[in-house]
């Protein structure tokens, strides 16, 4: 192992390289280490754990290797790709560094697991972790414990509580301009500036993950906006914007922003909209991209149900939305959830009936709706976190009717065992921790998962059942909501 010399940093996303590119903090972390530091620094996916996409040095050479762990599944791909390039898996044994610092998503809310194969984890937003980066990399490789503890807030190694840490400001946040791009592979939702125009959301839906980790809400400004897409158009080879935002509509000037990218011929794509921060007229801006599939979330079309963990449904106006938009041209991919708290057998059939109702007036126009059915997957720092998971046997007893009743082609669904394993981990122990990275070598399957935790005496039954507030490991691992939720909590 070098012991001196220029630090080296690999930026390692535990997914295919398609999808790491598609990965905002992919950009953001490589362009601002580039600029901001003189780290030499590389990028693996599970798709190339052997060498590295610029240098083509080997993972083992690097003396920090950061994360992004954004799904509760990317523990079992991180330790494989760990496994390929020959480094040991587990935290304590490992002797010969890389450091590896993990965060994201999955990772930040409940770290416990995650720290069986990592160094320590970072709860809060990328962009003060980068920053912090920048000014301790002097400490490396020849000091990793120093290195770590210069880390100060937000680095979480298990030992003492930890709050998320988070920038006030987007607009001070560092954005690129000028995103990784291939020849050969596209970024996910296609060629274009891909900008972050807001994060967190203000409607705090009783089971986004997402929207009480990312907490406060906040946005970037129109002014800002419009000059990162100026800058960033010119560095892609399609004048098209792909907007990150968990419901778009709620920033206070994106209409402006729609009618400004139309007003410069520029096309655009947005991501699921809430549909009840959806206007009519919004359509018609809407329409005048190349975007032809609107994504909504109702979750459930029974009002009641639906109110209960954020949503309020209201039949009346989703349909008259829906119905102007499949008359607009546009097709239209419905998310659906069961599972639900207090959920009975007739909110499911309301839910059928009114699919039902579109699909039929969506035949008509020739247009198309699919839907996608998950079940709800309990996540820590949400009012549902101590929630049971639905059994495989009712869950696929509901999407068998779903399919029975609409078509077996317009439904998809998330198979019940890829969930029961996010739950595994979203709320699991330093054990699990252990569980997964078994389960990523010798490969996930329904077999290896009994045979392992029996082999490891470790208990999988607890998603399934109701939890005590005792039983959540991420207990020091603080939110700014955590002291609300409690008291929402079921």
Known sequence: MRTSGRPRIALVYPSTYQASITNLFTHIAYYFLVEKSDALVDRFTLDNPSEGAITSRKLHEFDLLLVSANYELDLLYL??????????????????KPIILVGGLAAMANPEPFLEVADACYVGDGEILLEKLARSLSLLPDKPADFLESLGEGLYTGEATTEKVYVEDLNDAPHPTAEIRSKNV????????YIEISRGCRWLCKFCLEAYTMYPFRYRSLETIKSL????????????????????????????????????????????IRWDTLRLDDLDLISLSSQRTLTLAPESMNRDLSCSIGKCFNFDTFSELAISALKKGFNIKLYIMVGLPLEREEHVLETIKHVKYLVSY??????????????????????????PLIT????LRKVEFFRKEIGENRVTSLRWLYAFLQSLIALGNREIGKLAVSLALRGLSRRNIVELSNTLGVNTEYPLRWRSPSERPWHKVVFPLDHVVNKLSL
Do not use: A, C, W
């Open 79 to 96: 330790s494989k790709l760990l496994d390929r390039s020959g480094i040991e898996l587990s935290s304590n044994k490992r002797r010969k």
């Open 186 to 193: 596209e970024p996910v939702y296609g060629e274009g500036f």
């Open 229 to 272: 897409v100026g800058e960033g158009l010119k560095y892609v080879r399609r004048r098209r914007v792909v907007v990150y935002s968990l419901s778009p509509f709620d920033h206070p000037r994106f209409r402006d922003f729609l009618s400004y990218m139309v007003e410069n011929g520029i096309d655009f794509s947005i991501p699921s």
């Open 362 to 387: 969506s035949r008509k126009l020739r247009k198309n709706i699919t839907i996608n059915i998950n079940p709800l997957v309990p996540k820590p720092h949400t009012p549902l976190q101590d929630h």
């Open 392 to 395: 495989e046997e009712e869950y």
